[in-house]
């Protein structure tokens, strides 16, 4: 039996989106092959990076994409974790199922802090609450 294609899709690829894959990886990877993409490129946030590692899930290996990069995957569910990326979800074939819950975004709530262990902590707390919305998923689509 195929695993379940699943495409977690945020604006710019860099945070959420990578924190989700890389739960979903962590907690699922044997029952789902698991994406993630954003409407932009921002590139990987090392931030996004070093909550995950503390948290025992190493996403270093992953890189920022645009959706048009898996044009030729049809998935079987799409995620999206931000409204953005929901108000501009392209369309996708087939018969795929789309759920929405958003994140807030860790760079735009980080923007007027200083100290980086202030800003680890916001970084800390999306990452726990991806996490918890994770390991709550159904699975089965």
Wanted: glycine share 6%.
């Amino acid at each position: 039996m195929s695993k379940l294609k699943i495409l977690i899709l945020c604006t710019g690829n860099s945070c959420r989106s990578q924190m989700a894959e890389g739960w979903f990886r962590h907690l699922y990877g044997d029952l789902l092959d698991v994406y993630s993409a954003g409407i932009e490129s921002h590139g990987l946030n090392q931030r996004a990076v070093k909550v995950m590692a503390e948290a025992g899930v190493d996403i270093s290996g992953h890189r920022s994409k645009l959706i048009t990069e898996l044009n030729e995957t049809h998935f079987d569910l799409v995620l999206t974790v931000c409204d953005s990326a929901r108000e501009n979800c392209p369309w996708f074939p087939g018969k795929v199922k789309h759920i929405h819950r958003s994140f807030n975004d860790p760079p735009a709530l980080t923007k007027s802090l200083t100290g980086e262990d202030n800003i680890l902590t916001v970084y800390r707390r999306v990452r726990d609450e991806i996490r918890e919305y994770v390991e709550n998923f159904e699975v089965l689509v």
